[in-house]
Nanobody
Framework: QVQAVESGGGLVQAGGSLRLSCAAS????????MGWYRQAPGKQRELVAR???????NYGESVKGRFTISRDNAKDTVDLQMNSLKPEDTAVYYC???????????????WGQGTQVTVSS
């Protein structure tokens, strides 16, 4: 089994910054994409940012130019640097990892438990 553990959420004023981190552990053979999603109350979970094993990135429209995703393949970690935060960024942020537990098996999606980010106006 693969675990994804997030850290770094909290309360920040509008215009401020936060950095989220996620570490993957467990029975990992290889990791494909890693990413961050968020879910605000009453809304569907949405993509924040994803990064491939080769470093290609994809961002949600609302965070482009403000958030930066990065990963350390040697440590199996993925970070999300969030700058110029807005109250509408308030949500629970979830780490997502696409991992293969053994050679020849299919990639599966693994999710962290979520970390709350609250941006006050």
């Amino acid at each position: 089994q693969v675990q994804a553990v997030e850290s770094g959420g909290g309360l920040v004023q509008a215009g401020g910054s936060l950095r989220l981190s996620c570490a993957a552990s467990g029975s990992i053979f290889t990791i494909n994409d890693m990413g961050w999603y968020r879910q605000a109350p009453g809304k569907q979970r949405e993509l924040v940012a994803r990064i491939s094993s080769g470093g290609s990135t994809n961002y949600g429209e609302s965070v482009k130019g403000r958030f930066t995703i990065s990963r350390d393949n040697a440590k199996d970690t993925v970070d999300l640097q969030m700058n110029s935060l807005k109250p509408e960024d308030t949500a629970v942020y979830y780490c997502n990892i696409q991992a293969q537990e053994a050679w020849g098996t299919r990639f599966k999606d693994y999710w962290g438990q979520g970390t709350q980010v609250t941006v006050s106006s």
